[in-house]
């Protein structure tokens, strides 16, 4: 069965600050890796995907560890407006079928 | 402004009784899709469709059912079959699954 792990938090972080948190994934296999981002009884939205090289977009960074099979994401200088929870998802292809959410991790920026 | 809609935004249901969900997309993506989303848990495909007059279940398909008539339109309907049918139910539309998927803003269905 495909898992895919997160730690649920909450994370309480002072605003201003750096945090990081990873998500595990099981199938050896998997081919695509994104990092979603919902807010409290919202939608999920696309945050960004997971290249091999590691990517950045303004103050995120996600990076990928085929080898040790997990994805970080990576928030730096933390504004209140992050608070949400972040889900990992894993594709391991075949379609719908492959694409595996995690529980999320949720972030709590703290004034 | 291409998106994707569901309607209603919460929905009460009396035991036994089909509900029907609405979800409609101008994206012009191929594949659309049906996902549950409890608290506390990860979000659990229940159906999906890759193409018109197509689709395939998903991992919790049972007490669902859904049709594809038309590329902008995935109505998912919860019937009295379905045990525990309360939760937050998101639909999502991609162009391609490695591409990502444009949720909608969900239905929150409740039983009463």
């Known amino acids: 069965r495909k898992e895919v792990e997160q730690d649920p938090g909450p994370f309480n972080v002072p605003e201003g600050a750096t945090v990081a948190f990873n998500c595990t994934y099981s199938?050896?296999?998997?081919?695509?890796f994104f990092w979603y981002r919902q807010d409290c009884r919202k939608e999920p939205k696309l945050l960004m995907s997971?290249?091999?090289s590691g990517n950045e977009d303004g103050r995120f960074t996600a990076q990928l560890n085929r080898a040790s099979q997990y994805i970080s994401l990576l928030i730096r200088d933390s504004k209140l407006s992050d608070s949400a929870t972040y889900l990992c998802?894993?594709?391991?292809?075949?379609?719908?079928?492959?694409?595996?959410f995690g529980k999320g991790t949720h972030l709590i920026i703290q004034p | 402004d291409g998106g994707i809609t569901q309607s209603p935004k919460y929905l009460f249901r009396k035991e036994g009784q089909n509900v029907t969900l609405s979800c409609e997309q101008n994206?012009?993506?191929?594949?659309m899709y049906w996902y549950r989303q409890d608290p506390g848990q990860g979000l659990r495909l229940i159906y999906y469709?890759?193409?018109?007059?197509?689709?395939q279940k998903g991992d919790i398909a049972e007490g669902y059912s859904v049709s594809r008539e038309k590329k902008e339109s995935f109505p998912l309907t919860v019937t009295s079959a379905q045990k525990n049918p309360t939760a937050f139910y998101l639909c999502?539309?991609?162009?391609?699954?490695?591409?990502?998927?444009?949720f909608g803003s969900g239905t929150r269905l409740t039983v009463v």
């Open positions: 999502a539309s991609s162009s391609d699954t490695i591409a990502g998927y444009t």
């Open positions: 199938n050896s296999a998997s081919q695509s």
């Open positions: 997971v290249y091999s």
């Open positions: 998802v894993v594709y391991s292809g075949g379609g719908a079928d492959g694409l595996t």
């Open positions: 994206l012009n993506h191929d594949a």
């Open positions: 469709s890759q193409i018109v007059n197509d689709f």
